[in-house]
């Protein structure tokens, strides 16, 4: 054991301060995290409407478009046609209304067209509706893409929308066996899987509360599970501005909070300005 510390240790090393993971496309929460670590689970949970998605998309944009790296995104809220159109908005800059409503000038329709280039052109494969509504068919959906693709990087949206395998048992169980095999499935397959989950009400019932460990819906055992676990908050009612994320679990870092800027016209999160 101590043989493979060192090496690892050396391989770090030889990295000369270059990331060990996968990047989230974000400065701070990458120095804090060094990546997403293959063969690890990381939970980001949020509040409906906050922003979890778009984060996923952020990250996917990140780790696919500018680093290549094979992504699988699996989305059990979305269509992958939705995702898309999300993902065109954000490496785009074109506002989410005008890809809607198809009111775009010359400009609109050449930033459009180029980022669709962008996303056609990248390793990233997409999975929707029906066919990954259990946890079943989504490791085996996870499987046959590390097994095709050489993914990397799992994205899933979100965990608990996924059905256990054992029917119409307790929630809790049910989230329990999903979380399990979301972090078994990491480890075998030597993939980084980001899920994202719902946080319980708890933090809303105290206004401008930093979410904790015990907000996390449903199952304790998802922080049980998880090698890292993500906090995100922003003010909903707010189109655009200062967003949080607590790093409020990591087995081999520590925890604190990382800033980003959030730009609602764009469903997109950035690191915040120099400035900032």
């Not at 930093?210 to 707010?238: F, M």
């Amino acid at each position: 054991v101590v043989g493979r510390f060192i090496d690892s240790t050396q391989e770090r090393f030889n990295r000369k301060g270059k990331l060990s993971g996968i990047t989230s496309g974000f400065f701070h929460l990458d120095q804090k995290t060094d990546g997403f670590q293959l063969g690890e689970l990381t939970i980001i949970a949020a509040r409906p409407s906050i922003g979890k998605t778009a984060i996923a998309i952020a990250i996917a944009n990140a780790a696919c478009i500018t680093e290549r790296v094979p992504t699988l995104f699996v989305s059990l809220e979305m269509s992958d046609e939705s995702i898309v159109r999300r993902m065109v908005s954000s490496v785009g800059s074109v506002p989410m209304q005008s890809i809607k409503t198809g009111d775009m000038d010359q400009g609109g329709m050449k930033a459009m067209s180029s980022a669709s280039a962008k996303i056609a052109n990248s390793p990233i494969h997409f999975v929707s509706g029906s066919s990954v509504s259990n946890i079943a068919s989504v490791t085996a959906v996870i499987r046959r893409a590390v097994r095709k693709w050489k993914v990397q990087l799992v994205l899933v949206d979100y965990l608990q929308k996924i059905h256990g395998s054992r029917g119409a048992e307790k929630k809790t169980y049910e989230i329990a066996e999903v979380s399990g095999k979301l972090k078994a499935v990491a480890t075998d397959t030597k993939t980084a899987i980001v899920a994202l989950a719902q946080l319980n009400r708890e933090n809303e019932k105290d206004k401008g509360r930093i979410p904790k460990l015990t907000d996390l819906a449903d199952s304790g055992q998802i922080e049980r599970d998880a090698d890292l676990v993500l906090l995100l908050n922003r003010d909903r009612n707010e189109p655009r501005g200062e967003a949080v994320i607590a790093i409020a679990k990591q087995r081999d870092g520590e925890c604190g909070l990382v800033n980003l800027w959030y730009e609602g016209q764009y469903c997109r999160f950035t690191d915040p300005s120099p400035s900032y």
